[in-house]
Each structure stands twice: as C-alpha cells, then as structure tokens.
T-cell receptor
Framework: GAVVSQHPSRVICKSGTSVKIECRSL??????MFWYRQFPKQSLMLMAT?????????EQGVEKDKFLINHASLTLSTLTVTSAHPEDSSFYIC????????????FGPGTRLTVL | EDQVTQSPEALRLQEGESSSLNCSYT??????LFWYRQDPGKGPEFLFT???AGEEKEKERLKATLTKKESFLHITAPKPEDSATYLC????????????FGKGTHLIIQP
C-alpha cells in the first residue's frame, strides 16, 4: 500500500495564533512531499514542494514566511501556518511520492483549518 | 501556463448507466496524467497514472484513456458507491514535480 496520514484532521484556532500540521508516509519512504490547499468547491492548488533535508520550494503567491515547511525525515513533513487569519481557513492536504518508483503522489486525508 | 479542464462539472446517472468523464489539458510536455477520486471532506484517492497517448488503464468499473490533448474516464455499469468527485491532474515535464488539477466532475449515481 501507500498510506499517508495527517494530524490533526481538523483544528480551530484564534486569529494570530500558529498551527502545525503533520504529514506522515506510513508504509513507504518519501523523498518529496507536497502541500496543497483546497477552498470550498475549488480544486487543489499546489502550495509548495518539500524535499527531505532541503528548503521547500514555494509556488508563486504563497508566502514562505507564513507557511513554514519542514521535511526532517523521509517519512515526515510539517506545515506551520504562522499568525493565522480567517482567510487562511481552508482544507490543507499533503501528498507524498515514493523514494523509488513512479511519479504518482499519494494523498493524506486532509486537515480542515478554521481560523476564528 | 498549464491548464486542465474537466467536463461535465456535474453528472447524475442511474445505477448501471455507463458514461464518460472528460479531461482536456494543455501542457508544455506531459510527464504524466493522473486520475483521483475524492469523497467529501477527504483527500484524493489514487486511481490511475497515464504517461503516453494511446495508453489505457482499467480498474473494476473504471477505464482511463489518454490522447495527446485529453483523457477520458469511462465508467461502466456504475453503482451508488461510485458517487464521488473525480479529479484529473497533469504533471509537466522539465523538472516541475507538482500537479495541476482540474476542478473535477461531481458524479452522482442514483439507485
């Protein structure tokens, strides 16, 4: 299999606080992990690409100082939303690609972030 | 700029009524085209990867095909449990690893 988990599944926080989301590949090693964001009735939009042991690559328009990404091991990447505001409320989904093999990305179950 | 257009946006079928979903794409050098299924409030579930025109993949009631400009997801004799949003995504050649997604087709299979 290719199982990816995320924690927490949902989080509610106050405006101005920071929130950390974990993404783990449970049964395979992933050199590369990706973070996407999905607004209601919209498709997934790539935020950043995370490579183990190196700095993340952010898509145009995504603030790297606001969305901190750490990929410390071959099975774990974290996304920290700093100083969250209501407009950051969204569904955040990570994906992972196997260390060896195809280009297929396997997605986690997503994290619903609500900023009050 | 990569573009992925899926049609129809929504489709309602009777159980057993076969149909096809379309994904049109424009990309400078296709590295791969992916189909995913997404249930409400969940992450996308991988279905197929297609790499070259003429390629076909099958899984149970689903069959995906690829041409140089579009991909089709054929659903044969669907069941209510096939109800979901089906997402198409492309990966561009040349080093970019991220996927560009279409907006999806929301499929409802009525018993």
């Amino acid at each position: 299999g290719a199982v990816v988990s995320q924690h927490p599944s949902r989080v509610i926080c106050k405006s101005g606080t920071s929130v950390k989301i974990e993404c783990r590949s449970l049964d395979f090693q992933a050199t590369t992990m990706f973070w996407y964001r999905q607004f209601p009735k919209q498709s997934l939009m790539l935020m950043a690409t995370s490579n183990e042991g190196s700095k993340a690559t952010y898509e145009q328009g995504v603030e790297k100082d606001k969305f901190l990404i750490n990929h410390a091991s071959l099975t774990l990447s974290t996304l920290t939303v700093t100083s969250a505001h209501p407009e950051d409320s969204s569904f955040y989904i990570c994906s992972a690609r196997r260390l060896q093999g195809s280009d297929t990305q396997y997605f986690g179950p997503g994290t619903r972030l609500t900023v009050l | 700029e990569d573009q992925v257009t899926q049609s129809p946006e929504a489709l309602r079928l009777q159980e057993g009524e076969s149909s096809s979903l379309n994904c049109s794409y424009t990309v400078s050098g296709l590295r791969g085209l992916f189909w995913y299924r997404q249930d409400p409030g969940k992450g996308p579930e991988f279905l197929f990867t297609l790499y070259s025109a003429g390629e076909e993949k099958e899984k149970e009631r689903l069959k995906a095909t690829l041409t140089k400009k579009e991909s089709f997801l054929h659903i044969t004799a669907p069941k209510p449990e096939d109800s979901a949003t089906y997402l198409c995504a492309v990966q561009e050649g040349g080093g970019a690893d991220g996927l560009t997604f279409g907006k999806g087709t929301h499929l409802i299979i009525q018993p």
